[in-house]
Structure formats: C-alpha cells, structure tokens
C-alpha cells in the first residue's frame, strides 16, 4: 500500500503553463479525478483511469480520491489554475477534517499552478505589482453581505483587487451589484482589466475605466482585476500595459 | 531588429516549478538579466549572455533589458516567483513609461510563474483557500503607516494574509511591530505559517498560534501566512494540514 494524492493545479489553460512537477504526478498516476472540462485536459494513456465529474459537487469527488488513495492508488486531483485558490485542495482538507481518523495520515501533497489572476496580470502587464486581495465574488459559500463588506474594505486599503467566479447564469445580480459598489467607493477612474479565457485559443483581455465596465463583461470564465488608485496605464499601438507601481509616496 | 524582453518567473527555486514557457524563453535569449542569485538558477551556454546585478537597482536594470531589447536582442529578465508579485513585472513597466516614447512599441511579455506564497500555502495544505490578500511589509518603497493601515483592514474583512519580504536586517523592527499590530486586531489565536526556502534543499516550515510568532522567525528567505478567523489546524502525525475552508456561515 504505497498510495498518495497530489492535489495538482493545471493553470489556466496552455500546456506550456504546467509545471514539470504536475506532469511528473499525472505520468505516475493511477487515476485522476476532477471536474470534466479539467479532466479533459489530461492525455489519456493505458493504465490511466479518468473520472470527470459535474461541478458542486466538490466534497464527494475529495471523498471518492481519499477513498482510492486509502486503497493503495495513485490519485491526481485536477484543478485549473492553483488547486489552493477557490479551488480543490481547500476542499480536500474539508473532507479529510470531517473523515475517519486514518486519511490524516494519508500521503497528501498539493502541487501549485498558474493561479488566473497571475496570468491575467501578465498578459495586462503588471497590475499586481502592489499590495493586492483575491475575492471570490461567488454567493454560493458565503453571505453576500461579506462580499460587499470586503469590497468596501479592499477598496480603503487600496489594494488592487482580483475577481474569481464573477458572475454565473445562476446568479447574474451579484456582479452588477459589485460593480456598483465599487464605483461607489473608489470612483469612475481605475481601470478594470477582463481577461476570458488566458492562455487558450478564444483568450480575450479588455481594459476599461470602472465608469464603463458592464455587468456582461464578465462570465464563469473571467476573472477581473481593478487596479488600486496608483495604477497606471501605458497607451501603446495595441493593447495598452496596465501595471501598479511599486512605490507609493506618503 | 526582431528582439524581445520577456520578464519571466523562475518560480520558488526547485526546477520542476519552471513552466515550460519560461524554459523555452530562457532556451532562445540572447540575454539574461536579473539579481544575482536568480541569474545563477539560469544555466549557461554558449550564445547566452548572463548579465546579474546587486538588489535594489531594479530601475537600472529594466533600462539596461530595455536598451538591449531595442537593439534587437531576445532579453530575459528573471524573478523569482512570479514577475508580477512584488519583483521585476512593475518596474519594467516603470521604466517604459518614464522611457522614449518607442520603447512602448517593444515586444514584451511577462512569463508568470509560481510565487512564494502560493508554494508556501501549498506545502501547508490550503491556507489561502479562502478570500485573502498579499502585503509587501518592506517600506522601502511605502510609508510604514499605509503598511499598518492595510494590515488592521485585512483583519477588519477577515481575510487570510501572505506577508513578503517580512524582516531584513536594515529594518527589522517592522515585522515586529506588524506581529503586534495583528496580535491587537486578531487575538492569539489564528495560525501563522513561516515557510522558508520553499523547495529549495533548506527549505523549512513552522506552524505557530499568532501569540507564538516571533520577529526571529523570518528574514527576507521567508514568505509568512496568517490565517483567517475561520482557518483550521488538523493535526496528524508530522507537519499539521492547514487549511480555510471555502464556505463562511453568515
């Protein structure tokens, strides 16, 4: 009984964002488990099991790994991105607090990924490039009111602020609603970058100023970066750079 | 004149955290330019001109890739981590805008990478798997007062907290005023996590309470993390698992 779990982060899309680390788990794997579009991502190859599965339903699929890592598997668990930012390896944890007293000795490793705020910013230029939060603006695990409170918060603190799960068809109010909030606190100027899909073959990025950022804007597959009050932008042929300098004067 | 500057991440330090992008970009420089312990993670070769320079000259050394860019090379700029946390992304950025006005029209593209904090909350299970924030405790470059003002409101909006370049020897009194400024708005209790040296040979963690924390605990090898109200501790035998559960209960 030699069975592990690497809880692995894909990044955000192109192979060339995968660390060597993950690919070296998901070659030894036995079985590889995650939500269907992620799982699709992995070759297939003979002596490899794959099992994709809807997404919500992320506490059974921790469970079924833990399961099979207990018998002696070799399990990948495939997120996209960092598997440690509004992703899997939280959920993971969850299920091995909440099991039976032998998955804490479990070999369980997390394997960092391309997180999407970090290969938006890169494709913007540097807009982290200050102090910066990570919001996930989904209302399905949390009150929306924390949700405004932190906005509110970040944008006192003048942080430059990264959007995870903006805005879903199941809940298109939430990010109109962040919007305003938003422009409430920290005015029509910063810019907003949506950056869809980085790094695959339909990526779009767009920079607009808050006054001008809509709700449609945004979908599941977007995050959303909101520059602090010292970002700048770099008009250029082209898209422009949009970065946070590093200094800011007292 | 076909050359291009590409501002890469060189991830924690252990080769298996190098994206395949950034090892491509690496494989078709002309040119190589960064601090001096970043550039010795860069293998030599015939064609490569490694070019390493003191900290704290950052601005110089955007103009120098930048010049060289210009001329037609194939320039890398290596960071640790990601580029465009809190390293080399901003201050090209900086330097193109304060630059001639043809710089803007170069080819440049930042090369994300894994930063410090998303390896550290890795090895530690998933402290960050909840809303949280990243600060940048030196002043060099910010009023020590905005850094306590971003602390108190990190905890006022409950988020979890990664701390880079906590403590150098030219100000070690800020990290300790930091502990005691987090002591007063957090209580005692929340976990703290030093991670030094993540994947690298010496690599080291600790998982204290906030009442345990010590300034003696970092230096500037050490990314530390603190977690949020809702963070948990399993215990095991071994390093516990730390982890932020995804769901808050209003």
């Known amino acids: 009984m030699s069975g592990w779990l690497a809880i692995a982060g894909l990044g955000p899309g192109d192979a060339a964002l995968v660390t060597p680390e993950v690919s070296a788990a998901l070659a030894e794997a036995t079985d590889v488990v995650g939500y269907i579009p992620y799982v699709a991502r992995v070759a297939e190859r003979e002596g490899l099991r794959l099992h994709a599965s809807d997404n919500r339903v992320e506490v059974d699929r921790a469970q079924h790994a833990l399961r099979m890592c207990a018998e002696g598997k070799r399990v990948v668990v495939v997120s996209s991105g960092d598997p440690g930012v509004f992703a899997m390896a939280a959920a993971v944890f969850e299920a091995v607090e909440d099991g039976p007293e032998e998955w804490r000795d479990l070999d369980i490793r997390v394997l960092p990924g391309i997180t999407a705020m970090l290969a938006a910013a890169a494709k913007a230029g540097a807009p982290l490039g200050h102090d910066f939060c990570a919001i996930n603006l989904s209302d399905n695990l949390k009150p929306w009111a924390l949700i405004e409170k932190r906005l509110r918060l970040a944008v006192e603190a003048d942080f430059a602020m990264a959007f995870y799960n903006p805005r879903s068809k199941s809940r298109p109010e939430g990010f109109t609603r962040a919007l305003e909030v938003l422009r409430a606190a920290?005015?029509?100027?910063?810019?907003?970058?949506?950056?869809?899909?980085?790094?695959?073959?339909?990526?779009?990025l767009r920079v607009v100023p808050l006054t001008y950022a809509t709700p449609e804007m945004a979908d599941m597959q977007t995050v959303v970066l909101v520059g602090s009050s010292t970002t700048r932008i770099i008009d250029r042929d082209g898209a422009p750079f949009v970065y946070t300098p590093r200094k800011v004067v007292a």
Chains 1, 2 share one sequence.
């Open 186 to 204: 920290a005015g029509d100027a910063r810019p907003v970058i949506f950056a869809r899909a980085v790094s695959r073959a339909d990526e779009s």
